[in-house]
């Protein structure tokens, strides 16, 4: 019987590295810009949905600043196949340590893609260029030739031309041999005063030839206040019909209230205050937790604390409510949505919530994974009316609004 084996060359294995650890200052925002919505997801996601659509089933490693875990946990909530590393001090740095992570896959890809969590709009189409003009020996990297005129510019005055012929400009993602660019970036972090703005040039550096291959004008990256509004015009009319193209706000409300009872402390908005008394409850009677907890779910009309966490259940007795408002958190984030604020009202005579106030709002912050400037505590008396004015407990009312991406119509039987 004749031998009817034939030997394959194997599909090279690209995977990709996102850097998205940086701070994104010069955006204006209040997160890091990777993080912040455009037209209802976030940009990281954009990012990542962009370079799937060419490979659905790419690999991917995220490097991100070590603070910003909780907002990256939410951006890539339900996705698979994601490993996520801290960063360094800068891009630079970044780049190397998720290159050292991707190394030590079995097996590790031959070829990784380096790409920018600021960029949304990578197209198949160039993706495919890049995957065809790498090799072994030689990076490839999408450019873009300059158009506009170049000039100099010394002290607020034009100055000499630049010659732009054979000028391009640099994008992402730039696609290296894995092996090869890593041992071209443990050569640069070796070297002294040789910082460089991009891999091609750690790469030139290193002796890797890098291909040009024809880039995309869309493909830009996200910097300036003014880019965002662009960025978010184009998804809006490029897929109007989509559910990542639109989003809704959504308003939530709750309320708790629990009786005092013997203690020597209360915990209000995941922070132990000293007091006389405690808060009898179930769990620790965070009643500032509880009733934000609720808000959210009420604006995902996801049922209510009660149901998810039963107090009848003996695991939730005495349990930190942080757990349920992390819960609620990562129901939205399941869903491609985001916090957008949060204000709770503490009602009670004591004790003041005035010293606590701050303290709150960055726990409440740090639980939801968004920004303390999105985050309110409020306190008020009942003028001594009522249970809470007779000092027998203490309640909370919440609001919080919430964005999310808008589902596709159900068809009408």
């Known amino acids: 019987m004749p031998d009817t084996d034939v030997t394959r060359t194997a599909m090279p294995r690209f995977a990709a590295l996102i850097v998205a650890a940086g701070q994104?200052?010069?955006?204006?925002?209040?997160?890091?810009?990777?993080?912040?919505?455009?037209?209802?997801?976030?940009?990281?996601?954009?990012?990542?949905?962009?370079?799937?659509?060419?490979?659905?089933?790419?690999?991917?490693?995220?490097?991100?600043?070590?603070?910003?875990?909780?907002?990256?946990?939410?951006?890539?909530?339900?996705?698979?196949?994601?490993?996520?590393?801290?960063?360094?001090?800068?891009?630079?740095?970044?780049?190397?340590?998720?290159?050292?992570?991707?190394?030590?896959?079995?097996?590790?890809?031959?070829?990784?893609?380096?790409?920018?969590?600021?960029?949304?709009?990578?197209?198949?189409?160039?993706?495919?260029?890049?995957?065809?003009?790498?090799?072994?020996?030689?990076?490839?990297?999408?450019?873009?030739?300059?158009?506009?005129?170049?000039?100099?510019?010394?002290?607020?005055?034009?100055?000499?031309?630049?010659?732009?012929?054979?000028?391009?400009?640099?994008?992402?993602?730039?696609?290296f041999p894995l092996a090869a660019i890593l041992a071209a970036h443990e050569r640069a972090a070796a070297a002294v005063d040789m910082p460089a703005t991009d891999d091609v040039a750690i790469a030139r550096r290193a002796g890797l030839a890098v291909a040009a291959v024809p880039g995309d004008p869309g493909n830009i990256k996200i910097t300036w206040p003014e880019d965002f509004a662009i960025a978010e015009a184009r998804l809006l009319s490029s897929s109007p019909s989509s559910s990542l193209s639109r989003h809704e706000s959504r308003t939530g409300q709750g309320f708790d209230v629990h009786a005092f009872t013997a203690g020597d402390h209360v915990t209000l908005c995941g922070v132990d205050i000293p007091h006389a008394q405690s808060l009898a409850g179930h769990s620790d009677a965070d009643v500032g937790l509880h009733a934000l907890t609720d808000a959210l779910l009420g604006a995902l009309a996801d049922g209510d604390i009660g149901a998810h966490f039963p107090p009848s259940d003996p695991q939730w007795a005495g349990a930190a409510s942080d757990q349920f408002l992390a819960d609620a958190v990562s129901r939205i984030a399941a869903r491609g949505g985001r916090i957008v604020n949060c204000d709770v009202t503490i009602i009670c005579e004591t004790p003041k919530i005035g010293p606590h106030r701050d303290a709150m709002r960055v726990r409440i912050a740090d639980i939801c994974g968004i920004d303390v400037g999105r985050v309110a505590v409020k306190a008020t008396t009942t003028e001594r009316l009522g249970f809470a004015g007779r000092g027998e407990g203490i309640a909370a009312q919440a609001i919080a609004t919430v964005e999310l991406p808008i589902a596709p119509a159900k068809a009408q039987a």
């Open 24 to 175: 994104g200052s010069r955006a204006g925002r209040s997160l890091p810009k990777q993080y912040e919505l455009l037209a209802g997801v976030p940009m990281l996601r954009h990012a990542i949905d962009s370079l799937r659509v060419w490979d659905s089933t790419l690999a991917l490693h995220l490097v991100i600043a070590p603070g910003d875990r909780k907002l990256c946990e939410a951006a890539i909530a339900g996705l698979a196949d994601i490993e996520v590393s801290d960063g360094g001090a800068n891009r630079q740095q970044s780049v190397l340590l998720g290159l050292r992570s991707m190394a030590l896959a079995d097996p590790p890809a031959d070829f990784v893609m380096i790409h920018d969590g600021a960029r949304p709009f990578c197209s198949p189409a160039m993706l495919a260029r890049l995957a065809d003009a790498v090799g072994e020996d030689r990076g490839a990297v999408p450019a873009v030739p300059v158009s506009d005129t170049l000039n100099r510019i010394e002290q607020g005055q034009i100055a000499d031309p630049v010659d732009r012929a054979g000028v391009s400009a640099m994008q992402t993602p730039q696609v």
